[in-house]
């Protein structure tokens, strides 16, 4: 039996089957390119934040190629950041001047961006952030840029927060209804406080959530609507971030419909000098090893301040690509194996309910040999996936038997010595 996921409003029955999205956080932060959180965590007033708005040209900026690089890299969908926390907005919001168009660069970045990714058969979807370091309401609290001002109480006095929060209101019926059909809306994030004062966090009674997700499902009522809004329910997927669960993610006991999201090197904006860059052998078995346990991989870019995907993105994309193209059956429409496979050690299983295909995903090349226990009788045909190359199946032969006492109904896969040449090998099992 395949794990059945409890039902939520949304419409994730595209989602489930393809797994694969790119996240984009792009702002203002990309120019000073050291981390997206970059306001906050030095504690950037804005007069001097200013400098990164009076300069944002990004005169490279070209969507339909950062749609192309994510499209051939086999990702399904996109993500991108509407407004992050600094609260610099991307498209041309009715209600601030803090946008793209009042930059040097002056115009929408939005719109041509979701034209691109859909162009490219992709589904689109929006992040915004709960949190506003930026506007002029929302109240200073332990977590905001300005958290240890001398002037902070002052700052405090003429702010409303439910002016903030009617603003947040306003700007999400724009992006829900200017842009057409929108997938999955991710709202970031939820830091409430057991006193539900504002000025320590926030949570559900500051974002009046619930209206605001009547507002959500009333103008797009299948979107797919992120776990992040504070509320017990009304949501569709669950988000671990920056961590690879250790099994299908759970709510009450009940699996769930999740999405890993997950960032080339730690910083999701542009950061032009982090050097701990996950490779691509790394992502590929991220990828893998999410939906071996049943959920979706958000990988996240932060282009520069130029408007590009940097090399090092570029080189992981393509990498990406290059083993998606031969291996992407193994990942769209693909889930956790049923209950009684278990995957032998440096491997992983997906499985094609559909198809009955199971994918046995090769980590670490072993000497000749895998053993598949439980598995005797139940493969018709198995092939490398990368070349269909067919991998002979056999018992264990009786001289390994002895070595190695009782046998356990197990298939042994005989293996080529020498690793096929991709970065991941896959063994496709088509089940009798
Ligand atoms: C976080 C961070 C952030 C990032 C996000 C992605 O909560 O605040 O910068 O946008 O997670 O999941």
């Known amino acids: 039996m395949t794990l059945q996921t409890i039902k939520t409003p949304g419409d994730t029955s595209w989602f489930v089957k393809d797994r694969f999205g790119m996240f984009i956080h792009w702002g203002l932060y990309a120019l000073p390119a050291r981390h997206e959180w970059v306001k906050q965590i030095e504690q ?26 994510a499209s051939n890299a086999g990702m399904k969908y996109l993500v991108v950041t509407s407004k992050h926390h600094e609260g610099f907005c991307l498209w041309d919001s009715a209600l601030t001047d803090y946008k793209a168009t009042n930059t040097p660069y002056g115009k929408d970045l939005l719109q041509p961006m979701i034209n691109a990714y859909r162009t490219q058969n992709m589904k689109v979807g929006f992040y915004h952030s709960l949190i506003d370091w930026h506007h002029p309401h929302f109240i200073v609290d332990n977590v905001h840029s300005m958290r240890n001002s001398p002037d902070r109480d002052k700052m405090n006095e003429g702010r409303d927060q439910s002016k903030y929060t009617e603003y947040l209101h306003g700007q999400v019926k724009e ?15 939820s830091y409430p406080n057991p006193e539900n004062d504002p000025y320590i966090g ?59 999201c997950q960032t080339f090197s730690g910083s999701w904006g542009y950061h032009r000098d982090e050097s701990f860059w996950k490779s691509v052998e790394q992502l590929i078995q991220m990828l893998i090893d999410t939906v071996s346990k049943g959920g979706n991989l958000l990988l996240n870019v932060g282009p520069t301040g130029r408007g590009e995907f940097d090399a090092r993105a570029l080189d992981r994309l393509e990498g990406m690509g290059k083993w998606m193209k031969q291996h992407s059956r193994s990942i769209y429409g693909c889930t956790q ?4 496979f278990t995957a032998p050690p440096d491997c992983r299983f997906t499985w094609n309910p559909d198809k009955k295909r199971l994918y046995l995903h090769v980590f670490s090349w072993p000497i000749g040999q895998i053993h598949l226990d439980n598995f005797a009788g139940k493969v018709e045909y198995a092939q490398l996936l990368n070349d269909a190359s067919e991998i002979r199946m056999s018992d264990i032969p009786a001289h390994q038997v002895v070595h190695e006492g009782e046998m356990h109904n197990t298939l042994t896969l005989n293996l080529p010595v020498v690793k096929p040449n991709v970065t991941v090998p896959v063994i496709e099992l088509f089940m009798k």
């Open 44 to 69: 950037i007033p804005d007069s001097i934040y200013d400098k990164y708005f009076k300069h944002f040209d990004p005169d490279l900026y070209d969507p339909d190629l950062w749609a192309k690089a």
């Open 175 to 189: 992006l829900l209804t200017q842009f057409g059909k929108i997938d999955i809306l991710w709202f970031d994030f």
């Open 202 to 260: 926030k949570g559900r009674t500051d974002w009046k959530s619930e209206e605001l997700y009547k507002i959500v499902r009333d103008l797009q009522p299948n979107i797919i609507l992120n776990d992040r809004l504070d509320l017990d329910e009304g949501w569709d997927i669950k988000t671990p971030e920056q961590f690879q669960p250790r099994e299908w993610v759970k709510v009450n006991g009940q699996p769930v419909v999740w999405e890993a």
């Open 337 to 340: 194996a049923p209950d009684g």
